[in-house]
C-alpha cells in the first residue's frame, strides 16, 4: 500500500485537474483545505489553513510526496514557510512546487512573494522539485472579461504574455509528482507569444465585440522588465502546445 499523496490547492484550477489524474495514475490523494469535505473515490479532505499554520501536522501523517498548489495574490512565502518546515520535521521526501515564469526577475510583490516561496522549498532539507508555469490561458481570460467592460481599453505597449494550457499544467505536475525529486526543472510555457493586443483582439473576435484600444506606456522596474521580456521563456525545448486561439475557440463560457 503506498501513502497518500498530499495536495494543497486541491480544489482549485489546477487542482481540479491534477487530482484525477494522480487517481487514474492508481494513488491515493489527501487534499489540504480549508473547507472541510466529505472522502470519495480515493480523496480524503482535511481541514487546515497554510498561512495560519493550522493543521497541516496531521495532514501530513503518513505523506511521503506533497503538492503544492496553494497560492494567492500575496502571502505565498508565508504559507509555504509553514507547509515545508511542518513537512520537514514529517520527514516528507519529496515537495513539489509551481512558480510562475519571471519570479526572479519581474519586481511586483506577487512575483516577489514566489521567489521567496521558491527558496523556502530549496532551503527545507526536504528533497524538492519546482517547475515555472507562463499564466493560465484561464487567468489571461478573467483579465480580458475585466477590461473589456471598459469603453476604451489601455493596452501597455511592450507586454508580452506566453499563456499555457492549465490542463499541460497540470500533467506535466502528475509526471514530476511520481518522479523522484529533481530541483528547478525547465519551464513550462505556452507555444506562442502574444502581445496584450493581440490577446485582446481575439478575444474581441471571438466574443464579436468592438472596442477601442488605446496604447500606454508602463513605467518604471516593472515597465522596463516586461518589455525585456523577463515573464517570457524563449529558450526552453519543451512547451505547451495548445495556443490561446485553441482556448477560445473550446471555450463555453467566453
Known amino acids: 500500500m503506498t501513502s497518500p499523496i498530499l495536495i494543497t490547492g486541491g480544489t482549485g484550477t489546477l487542482g481540479r485537474q491534477v487530482v484525477p489524474l494522480l487517481r487514474a495514475a492508481g494513488r491515493d490523494v489527501r487534499v489540504l483545505s480549508r473547507h472541510g469535505r466529505e472522502p470519495g473515490d480515493g480523496v480524503e479532505y482535511v481541514t487546515g489553513d497554510l498561512f495560519e499554520g493550522k493543521g ?13 498548489l496553494a497560492g494567492g495574490p500575496k502571502g505565498d512565502e508565508v504559507a509555504t514557510r509553514n ?22 526577475g519581474v519586481p511586483l510583490g506577487w512575483f516577489g512573494s514566489k521567489l521567496a516561496a521558491e527558496r523556502a522549498v530549496a532551503d527545507s532539507g526536504v528533497p524538492w522539485t519546482t517547475v515555472r508555469a507562463a499564466q493560465f490561458h484561464d487567468l489571461v481570460l478573467a483579465m480580458l472579461q475585466k477590461m473589456v467592460k471598459l469603453p476604451v481599453i489601455p493596452v501597455p505597449g511592450g507586454l508580452r ?28 510555457p505556452g507555444p506562442t507569444v502574444y502581445g496584450m493586443a493581440d490577446l485582446m483582439r481575439g478575444y474581441l473576435q471571438a466574443t464579436e465585440r468592438r472596442r477601442l ?8 522596474k516593472a515597465g522596463r522588465a516586461y518589455r525585456n521580456g523577463a515573464n517570457l521563456s524563449l529558450d526552453v525545448a519543451a512547451t505547451g502546445k495548445r495556443t490561446w486561439e485553441d482556448f477560445l475557440v473550446a471555450h463555453e463560457s467566453i
Open 56 to 68: 497541516i501536522e496531521p495532514a501530513l501523517e503518513g505523506v511521503e510526496t506533497v503538492l503544492h
Open 213 to 220: 484600444m488605446m496604447p500606454v506606456r508602463m513605467p518604471g
Open 83 to 104: 507547509l515545508v518546515e511542518a513537512a520537514s520535521r514529517a520527514g516528507v521526501q519529496h515537495l513539489v512546487y509551481i512558480s510562475v515564469i519571471g519570479a526572479d
Open 161 to 188: 504574455f506566453q499563456p499555457v494550457d492549465s490542463g499541460e499544467v497540470a500533467a506535466r505536475l502528475v509526471e514530476l509528482t511520481l518522479g523522484a525529486p529533481a530541483g528547478l526543472v525547465p519551464d513550462l
